[in-house]
């Protein structure tokens, strides 16, 4: 299949548990985002990779950590859940970092109780 | 600090035409996109303007303006699936995608 793909599709969590968004495409892209979307608010870029091997924070980086150690997978790992955390979770890639059209994946719909 | 504003929901009826603006202020300016975004789906996109000026695509068509800060997408012969919030993001000065909190359209027939 072409695109991004995402798992899981949502999770329930408890606080303080530690948990890994899975990201990969097949598109060969080179840049890879993680968002956040809450209601009434934008998308909120967590972290982002220009290439892989490299790595770097966005607008809300704080508790995520992200690592991109070949080409097609970016996971987003949450190191010790929080409620402020709930949200649904984009992933997103595009051919070069600068000005290309970014494809999303389906999302994850993430609930920290 | 880097704003993006655009209307929070509008409503239009089945076969008219609206217009969905955006207003930005942001450090720097590398283009301006737009994305559809369905209830529980991913955004996809719609277009794309660096230059100013009118880019035409179908029934939508997306507008830029440099020096005013400014862009609308307009629909025309609206249906019922065009039902959607769209999104307006920036490109800004460090190649980042600075994103408005989106506008839900609502169709009426």
């Known amino acids: 299949i072409a695109g991004i793909t995402q798992a899981p599709t949502s999770q329930i969590l408890a606080a303080g548990r530690r948990m890994t968004l899975r990201c990969t495409q097949d598109m060969r892209h080179n840049a890879m985002y993680w968002y956040r979307q809450d209601l009434g608010l934008g998308l909120r870029l967590i972290h982002y990779s220009n290439t892989a091997g490299t790595t770097g924070k966005g607008e809300v980086p704080d508790g995520y950590s992200v690592s991109r150690a070949n080409t097609d997978d970016f996971p987003l790992t949450l190191a010790s859940a929080v409620p402020s955390q709930t949200s649904v979770y984009f992933c997103?890639?595009?051919?070069?970092?600068?000005?290309?059209?970014?494809?999303f994946g389906p999302g994850t719909r993430l609930t920290v109780l | 600090g880097q704003n993006i504003d655009q209307p929070t929901e509008m409503t239009a009826t089945e076969g008219a035409i609206v217009q969905i603006n955006c207003t930005y202020q942001t450090s720097g300016f590398n283009g301006l996109f737009w994305y559809q975004q369905h209830a529980g789906e991913a955004p996809t996109f719609l277009s794309y303007n660096v230059l100013d000026g009118l880019e035409e695509k179908g029934r939508f068509s997306s507008f830029l303006s440099r020096s005013k800060g400014y862009s609308y997408l307009l629909l025309k012969e609206l249906q019922m699936k065009d039902s959607a919030s769209y999104l307006c993001a920036v490109v800004d000065s460090n190649y980042q995608l600075i994103w408005g909190a989106g506008t839900k359209l609502i169709i009426k027939p």
């Open positions: 997103a890639s595009s051919a070069l970092a600068d000005r290309n059209e970014q494809f």
